[in-house]
């Protein structure tokens, strides 16, 4: 009993010991202790501020302009969605006012698209080029816009590696479409074996999708072009 009452005194004592040691710290560094407090608080303050009363406030109007300029894309106006019709704003204003936000990010993609339908294909390459999509589908079809771009160039080996990297990017049915566009120009190039290669990758892989249904005249041409 006593060795319990001797240790439960040296338990209590060592307690003691170092909450003085932690008092005696508080006191010698007291100011720097307030200082590092209030420079945690005033940064708390200032990152919530700037989230929430001018990040997230500016994102919903980069949304707002958004959808104007997209509706002009969806009925082909594509001067006055890349430029805007002096109200609202265009992908390019959009760009420049709001190019951190996801509708900045995303304007690059229209943009891109915008000067590729209107057969400005070196500014629909470096706009898609820019464009960093956190979206699967919109990032593979910014890639397959590069080809499809290259293609109008007559680059051909770029564009290849362009719908390449789209089927690629994420497997799904999408991939079917950018192979067979990279078969077709590997038929463009005379390269049969290649053409051919993705053909039967298209059969095996992706069976269900449209370009899968008539997969065999494609697959029976390169065969006859590679013999030729």
Do not use: M
């Given at each position: 009993m006593s060795k319990n009452i001797k240790k439960e005194k040296e338990n209590i004592k060592a307690v003691g010991e170092a909450l003085s040691k932690g008092e005696k710290f508080l006191t010698e560094n007291k100011t720097a202790i307030i200082r590092i407090i209030t420079f945690v608080v005033v940064v708390t303050v200032a990152i919530f501020a700037y989230v929430y009363l001018i990040e997230k406030p500016r994102a919903n109007t980069a949304q707002e302009q958004l959808f104007a300029a997209q509706r002009y894309?969806?009925?082909?106006?594509?001067?006055?969605?890349?430029n805007g019709d002096g109200i609202n704003f265009g992908f390019y204003e959009i760009i420049?006012?709001?190019?951190?936000?996801k509708a900045g990010?995303?304007?690059r993609f229209y943009a891109g698209f915008c000067n590729l339908h209107s057969g400005n294909y070196?500014?629909?390459?470096d706009m898609l080029k820019e464009f960093?999509?956190?979206?699967?589908?919109?990032?593979?079809?910014?890639?397959?816009?590069i080809g499809?771009?290259?293609?109008?160039?007559?680059?051909y080996d770029d564009a290849i590696e362009y719908f390449m990297k789209a089927a690629n990017y994420r497997e799904n049915d999408f991939s079917a479409a950018y192979l067979m566009k990279a078969g077709l120009t590997y038929e463009q190039l005379g390269k049969?074996?290649?053409?051919?290669?993705?053909?039967?990758?298209?059969?095996?892989?992706?069976?269900?999708?449209?370009?899968?249904?008539?997969?065999?005249?494609y697959i029976e041409r390169a065969k006859i072009k590679q013999t030729e």
């Open positions: 894309f969806e009925i082909d106006s594509f001067n006055l969605a890349l420049d006012e709001y190019g951190s936000t990010r995303i304007a070196e500014d629909a390459i960093n999509g956190q979206d699967e589908l919109l990032q593979a079809r910014a890639y397959c816009g499809d771009a290259y293609v109008e160039l007559e680059q049969y074996a290649e053409a051919l290669e993705v053909y039967e990758k298209i059969k095996t892989h992706y069976s269900k999708t449209i370009e899968a249904q008539e997969i065999d005249k």
